[in-house]
């Protein structure tokens, strides 16, 4: 089977779940709570060595004690660790709109998983659905933000993933009380919205946690399969990697299909390894 291929040793590459199963009912990105352990088998074929584990709504089993020793087992016969955790359930229900008691239950139960799965990173969306469009909502959500930066255990990388500007995201960064926040860096998004890569690598790098791969058309385009050329935004970041001192991992959230996601998942990693080699 086509292997991806590893970069850095201390970088972890992982997967963002859902992306080697079916769609659940009609959502593109969900739990797959139907094959989340086969996944596992999958993932560790294609050489993965880790996770990003999607959080869809508050019945995930990582937050049930009996199916999170479950869940550890699964990771462990399969050599996958956890990279990540994503709060994709924020993007249906808005940093500025989730009621605060929510995400103090949250914090809880994700920082109880911690000490058996040693997660590495927490993202938070920010972005599409789920982004502040006034200031009133820009006040609201940095305010629920501090929550997680003061709650969450110190040992979690706290990072937005963000449709924001550069620019309005530097001075968040530089605000004092946002002194532990990071970036998942999707490098498809930031083409699809016209953002230039350069001014993420020249502002704020050691901000950059994690990167999303993943390729979308300019000008808001639709998610595709990666190419296996001219794809500026991943070809500059794998030149420039050495730069990115507190990178900790790289998740593929590329384009699946409703049938064929295990054929997609390997023509992404096909043009990706040709990048790598370049």
């Not at 530089?174 to 016209?194: M, P, Q, V």
């Not at 350069?198 to 300019?218: E, V, W």
Request: glycine content about 2%.
């Amino acid at each position: 089977m086509l292997k991806l291929k590893k970069i850095k040793k201390n970088i972890c590459h992982s997967f963002v779940q859902g992306r080697l199963s079916n769609e659940i009912g009609n959502k593109y990105q969900h739990f797959p709570i139907h094959n989340w352990h086969n996944e596992l088998k999958i993932a560790k074929k294609f050489n993965f060595d880790s996770i990003e584990w999607l959080i869809s709504d508050f019945s995930n089993p990582l937050f049930n004690p009996v199916f999170l020793n479950l869940i550890n087992q699964k990771l462990k016969k399969n050599k996958i660790k956890v990279s990540s955790i994503s709060l994709d359930l924020i993007m249906d229900n808005a940093l500025h709109n989730i009621n605060k008691d929510q995400i103090i239950w949250l914090i809880d139960r994700i920082n109880k998983a911690n000490k058996l799965l040693n997660i590495k990173r927490l993202s938070i969306p920010i972005e599409e659905r789920s982004r502040f469009n006034n200031n009133y909502e820009k006040m609201k959500a940095l305010s629920k933000l501090n929550i997680f930066c003061k709650k969450l255990s110190k040992s979690i990388n706290l990072c937005v993933e963000t449709d924001i500007s550069p620019k309005i995201l530097n001075k968040i960064f530089k605000t004092n009380k946002f002194k532990r926040l990071g970036l998942l860096l999707d490098i498809g998004n930031l083409r699809a919205h016209g953002f230039n890569i350069r001014d993420y690598f020249n502002k704020f790098p050691s901000k950059i946690y994690s990167i999303h791969i993943k390729y979308r058309d300019q000008t808001y385009g639709k998610s595709k399969l990666i190419p296996k050329k001219n794809f500026y935004e991943l070809s500059y970041l794998l030149k420039n990697i050495d730069n990115l001192k507190n990178l900790k991992d790289i998740s593929f959230q590329t384009f699946k299909s409703k049938k064929n996601y295990l054929n997609n998942i390997k023509t992404c990693i096909k043009a990706y390894n040709l990048y790598a080699q370049q």
